[in-house]
C-alpha cells in the first residue's frame, strides 16, 4: 500500500506495524487533520483481566491519545450478557451482571494505566454500552434498526462463514450481535461524535456494519481501521503460553513472570514487537531487532523492560530483572519468582514432584510434568530431577525450594 498519510496517528499506525486494513485511508487521514478527534475501541468484560492479546490494540489508543485525539474504551456491559459468538465453536458462558460489573473494574486498572482519564479535549472516555443497549425496545429496535440489516451479507462476513464451513451450529444470537456492536458505533457518533471505530482484523465485517448503519441512520461519515491478526515467528497466537493466558493485572499474573514472557520472545520477533509494544524510536526497534547472539538476548531484555515499565511501573521492571539475572546467571533463588505457598492440607503426609510441578505452572498436567523429568528437563534446587515418583515431606520443605522447567522458567515453592 502506497498511500503516504498526513496525520500522526496514520503515520504512526503505518511506521510502526499497527494497521491492516482501513474503510478509507484519506477520509479518515483528513478528518484527523483535526485535534480531539474520538475513536473507540469495544472490550467485552468476560474476565477480570486483559491479557497480552489486547496489548496491540491499547497500545493504538494510547497513541492515538499521544497524536492528540481522544481515545474511547467502550465496556460491553450490555453486550457481554450475550456474549460474543465470533469465531467461536461454541457460544460463550454468559456471565451475572456482578460479575460483569467486577470485570469492568478490574479493566479498567488496566487502560488506566495507558491512557490519561478526564475532562480535557484528548482526555479517555471509559463508557458502557449498557447505557443505551439495556434500555432498548426490542419490537422498536427490529423496526428501526433491523430493517437495515441484509442476512444475505451478514452470511459472506468471515466470523459466520467460518462456521458454517465447519458445519457448527449457527445461532440466531451471531446475527443479533452483529447488529448490536453496529449499534453501539452509531450510538457513539450521535452522542459522543466518535468518527472511526478499530479492532483486530477479525473486526472488519463487524465495523463496516456500523459504518452502514450510522450513514442509513444518522446519514454521517465514519471510519473503521483494523489492526493484524498477530502471531509468533513460528506460528502461535500471540499471548498463548504453556502456562495459560499472559493477564496484565498483577494480581493475575506476577510481574516477574509478565516481564520473563517477554524475555522469551523468539530472535525474529524482537524488532517487530519493540515497535508494536514499546514506544522507543522506530530506527531504534530496527536496529535492536537485526542484533545476534548474545545481542539479542540484551535486546529482550530492553524490550522486556519497556513493557514492563508502561504496564506495572518501571521499579517494577528493575526488579523482575534483577530477580532474572539472579536466576539465570548466578544460579541463586530471586525473591520476586512465581511462588507456590502450601498449606499443611496441602502437603499432608507429603506430596509428589509432579504433583508440584503441575501446581506451579511449569506443567500443564501430570503427563507433562513426568515427560519434562524422563527428558531432564527438570530440575530442584538447580540440581537434574530424575526421579517422577519422588515424594517431598515437611521436612523437605522446611525452606523454600526452587523448580525449574528447562533454563528459563522458574517457580518457589514452600510451606505456608
Known sequence: MTYHPKSEFIHTMMQRGFLADCT???????????????????????????????????????????SGHKPITLMGGGTTKVGDPSFRADER???????IDENIEGMGRVFARYLDYGEGASDALMLNNAEWLDGLNYLDFLRDIGRHFSVNRMLSFESVKSRLDREQSLSFLEFNYMILQAYDFMELNRRYGCILQMGGSDQWGNIVNGIDLTRRVIDREVYGLTSPLLTTSDGRKMGKSQG??????????????????????????????????????????????????????????RLANEVTAL????????????TAREVFERGGVGDDLPTLTLSAADLGDGISIVQLIVKSGLASSGKEAKRLIAENGARLDDRPLTDAGLMLDAKALSSP??????????????LG
Open 24 to 66: 478509507d485511508y484519506q477520509g479518515l487521514d483528513e478528518a484527523l487533520a483535526v485535534p480531539g478527534q474520538p475513536a473507540y475501541i469495544g472490550y467485552d468484560a468476560t474476565a477480570k483481566s486483559l491479557h497480552v492479546g489486547h496489548l496491540l490494540n491499547v497500545m493504538m489508543l494510547r497513541w492515538l491519545q499521544k
Open 244 to 301: 495459560g493466558a499472559i493477564w496484565l493485572n498483577a494480581d493475575m499474573l506476577s510481574p516477574y513472570e509478565f516481564w520473563q514472557f517477554w524475555r522469551n520472545t523468539t530472535d525474529a520477533d524482537v524488532g517487530r514487537f519493540l515497535k508494536l509494544y514499546t514506544e522507543l524510536p522506530v530506527e531504534e526497534c530496527d536496529r535492536m531487532g537485526a542484533l545476534a547472539g548474545s545481542e539479542i538476548n540484551e535486546a529482550k531484555v
Open 401 to 414: 525450594i526452587k523448580l525449574s522447567a528447562g533454563k528459563k522458567r522458574h517457580a518457589l515453592v514452600q
Open 93 to 99: 458462558p454468559l456471565l451475572g451482571p456482578e460479575q
Open 311 to 322: 504496564l506495572h511501573g518501571a521499579e517494577a521492571a528493575a526488579t523482575a530483572e534483577a
